[in-house]
């Protein structure tokens, strides 16, 4: 099937690929520089698909903070998955995950780094899984608190199905994550701003 497409693709855009690669009209109409284009291109493909998708969100949280999210593809080679009734994925290696309805996950929160002026804090993001869906999740769904000599950031993730709230609180040159919840209240506050 995608060799089939790439086929079309190839055939319906060779006036495109002589003009934009200065490629001779009788090397592109020869059969053989047809079939290896379409190998580079599935080549290419390949690639970037084995490769792993990365999706990337800044969040402006005011003038001087940043929080820049990655997202990735979810890759279960090699993880051990618990479900209820059989049916409802509930836990990954043994553990409670985030962010699904109890399907098997597409996305998984990667990375998180929160930028303050000039410094840098990696924050904590094992098993936040489908984080956002869309390009980039709502800049609304986070907070900052400054409370005394610390900074507590409070995030909402979903990808429509499984809702949960984290929290983050910075001191000094440190990060922890201190709340991972699912709970509808912890959710609720943050939503609401409170």
């Given at each position: ?85 059989n049916q409802y994925l509930f836990s990954i290696n ?90 509808e209240q912890i959710v609720i506050g943050y939503i609401?701003?409170?």
């Open positions: 099937m995608l060799v089939h497409l790439l086929i079309l693709w190839v055939t319906r855009h060779e006036s495109a690929l002589k003009r934009q690669l200065r490629i001779p009209a009788d090397v592109v109409n020869n059969a053989n520089m047809k079939i290896s284009i379409l190998i580079t291109i599935t080549l290419f493909l390949v690639k970037f698909i084995a490769s792993g998708q990365v999706d990337k969100a800044s969040i402006h949280l005011n003038d001087t903070i940043r929080l820049d999210l990655y997202r990735t593809i979810f890759d279960s080679k090699g993880k051990h998955f618990e479900y209820y009734d043994g553990i409670t995950l985030f962010g699904s309805d109890g399907d098997m996950p597409k996305y998984q929160l990667e990375k998180a780094v929160l930028f303050i002026g000039n410094k840098k804090f990696d924050l904590q993001v094992d098993n936040m899984y489908n984080p956002w869906f869309g390009e980039k999740p709502f800049e609304r769904s986070f907070k900052l608190k400054f409370d005394g000599s610390q900074i507590k950031i409070q995030g909402v993730f979903s990808d429509g199905a499984g809702l949960y709230g984290a929290e983050w609180i910075i001191k000094g040159h440190s990060s922890l994550r201190t709340i991972l919840s699912e709970d609401l701003n409170q």
